[in-house]
C-alpha cells in the first residue's frame, strides 16, 4: 500500500511568488491535514480537510489556501511569499481524522530567497 | 483550546540507559493523546497513542507512556536506550474536532 506523497521534495522560490504543493493520501482516507515546521515554531497546523470540505482551520493568514479534490489528493497554496514562510510542510492523511493515526508524507521543503 | 507542552528540547541519554520525555497537556474536554518520532529528512510516524481504554499504553520499539489524569502528564518512556532511538520526539493532542495540536518536539541523543 502506498504511503502518503507529497510533491515537490524540494522549492525553491523568491519573496512575492506564489506556491502550490500537492499531498495524495493513502488510499481510501478522507481526511488530509496540513502543517507547517520551522526550527523556532515546531509544527503548526495549517488545516484539514475531509471529503473536499475544509474541517478545522489553524491560526495563519489568508496567504495560506488549500483544497481538496475528490480523489481526496490535497493541494496547500501560498500566496505572495514572505521570507518566514520558509519550512518544511507536511502533509498527514487518516481514514476519519485526528482522532487516529496520522499518516505522514516525507514533507515539502520550501525555500523562499 | 487544548495544546501540550514538551519539558526539555533536548535530551542526551548513554546506550542502555532509561529514556523519559516529558509531556504535559492542557484540554477541556478528555483528550486523544499521541507521541510521534521524526527521524532526519523523514515525516512523523505513530509511536503510540491514548483512547481512554488503559492508562498505561504500550507502542512500537519498546516505548510506553503513562496518561496520569491528575497530573496532566503524558510521559514517554523506554527502559534502555538504543543508538537507533534518536531521532525527535513529538507530543500530541486531538480531541473530537480532529484539531490535533503539537509539541515543539524533544530531541533525543543516544551516547555510545
Known amino acids: 500500500k502506498a504511503g502518503v506523497t507529497q510533491t515537490p521534495r524540494y522549492l525553491i522560490k523568491t519573496r512575492g511568488q506564489q506556491v502550490t504543493l500537492s499531498c495524495s493520501p493513502i488510499s481510501g482516507h478522507r481526511s488530509v491535514s496540513w502543517y507547517q515546521q520551522t526550527p523556532g515554531q515546531g509544527l503548526q497546523f495549517l488545516f484539514e480537510?475531509?471529503?473536499?470540505?475544509?474541517?478545522n482551520k489553524g491560526n495563519f493568514p489568508g496567504r495560506f489556501s488549500g483544497r481538496q479534490f475528490s480523489n481526496s489528493r490535497s493541494e496547500m497554496n501560498v500566496s505572495t511569499l514572505e521570507l518566514g514562510d520558509s519550512a518544511l510542510y507536511l502533509c498527514?492523511?487518516?481514514?476519519?481524522?485526528?482522532?487516529?493515526?496520522?499518516?505522514f508524507g516525507s514533507g515539502t521543503q520550501l525555500s523562499v530567497l | 483550546a487544548q495544546s501540550v507542552t514538551q519539558l526539555g528540547s533536548h535530551v542526551s541519554v548513554s546506550e542502555g540507559a532509561l529514556v523519559l520525555l516529558r509531556c504535559n497537556y492542557s484540554?477541556?474536554?478528555?483528550?486523544?493523546l499521541f507521541w510521534y518520532v521524526q527521524y532526519p529528512n523523514q515525516g512523523l510516524q505513530l509511536l503510540l497513542k491514548?483512547?481512554?481504554?488503559?492508562?498505561l499504553v504500550k507502542g512500537i520499539n519498546g516505548f510506553e507512556a503513562e496518561f496520569k489524569k491528575s497530573e496532566t502528564s503524558f510521559h514517554l518512556t523506554k527502559p534502555s536506550a538504543h543508538m537507533s532511538d534518536a531521532a525527535e520526539y513529538f507530543c500530541?493532542?486531538?480531541?473530537?474536532?480532529?484539531?490535533?495540536?503539537f509539541g515543539a518536539g524533544t530531541r533525543l541523543t543516544v551516547k555510545p
Open positions: 500530541a493532542v486531538s480531541s473530537l474536532r480532529n484539531d490535533m495540536r
Open positions: 498527514a492523511s487518516s481514514f476519519e481524522g485526528a482522532r487516529e493515526k496520522l499518516f
Open positions: 480537510y475531509f471529503s473536499e470540505t475544509q474541517r
Open positions: 491514548y483512547t481512554s481504554a488503559a492508562t
Open positions: 484540554s477541556s474536554v478528555p483528550p486523544y
